[in-house]
């Protein structure tokens, strides 16, 4: 299972665990045309069946797309895999009021943004 959280709830979780993992699971062009939360890493919900085993299942993991949804897939699929540490941000970056960064992901270069 997950816990949801609000940008609230999130942003504690980024002051109180240094070890939290940050996964932004949209599209290349969504994390950099929509912003993301800085620190957060872009992993494609459509390419979980190769980032997942990158992730260290003994650290707590926290999800997020644009409206809740795909994280949701992401941490449905992840508990499956054993994760047991895991944080949706409900309503995703729709409802997130933090600060934005537009740098893109040094993981998915500018030419593969299409």
Same mark, same amino acid.
């Given at each position: 299972? $997950?816990?949801?959280?609000?940008?609230?709830?999130?942003?504690? =979780?980024?002051?109180?665990?240094?070890?939290?993992?940050?996964?932004?699971?949209?599209?290349?062009?969504? /994390?950099?045309? =929509?912003? #993301?939360?800085?620190?957060?890493?872009?992993?494609?919900?459509? =390419?979980? #069946?190769? $980032?997942?085993?990158?992730?260290?299942?003994?650290?707590?993991?926290? =999800?997020?797309?644009?409206?809740?949804?795909?994280?949701? #897939?992401?941490?449905? $699929?992840?508990?499956?895999?054993?994760?047991?540490?895991?944080?949706?941000?409900?309503?995703?970056?729709?409802? /997130?009021?933090?600060?934005?960064? /537009?740098?893109?992901?040094?993981?998915?270069?500018?030419?593969?943004?299409?």
């Amino acid at each position: 299972m $997950w816990t949801d959280v609000d940008g609230d709830g999130l942003r504690r =979780l980024l002051a109180e665990r240094p070890e939290l993992q940050l996964l932004d699971v949209r599209t290349p062009g969504e /994390y950099v045309g =929509l912003g #993301h939360v800085p620190g957060a890493t872009l992993r494609p919900v459509q =390419l979980i #069946h190769e $980032w997942a085993d990158t992730l260290d299942a003994a650290k707590p993991v926290a =999800l997020l797309c644009q409206h809740g949804v795909r994280s949701v #897939h992401a941490c449905q $699929w992840l508990a499956q895999q054993g994760f047991r540490e895991l944080y949706n941000l409900a309503g995703g970056m729709s409802v /997130y009021e933090g600060d934005l960064a /537009y740098d893109p992901s040094p993981d998915f270069p500018i030419s593969a943004l299409g």
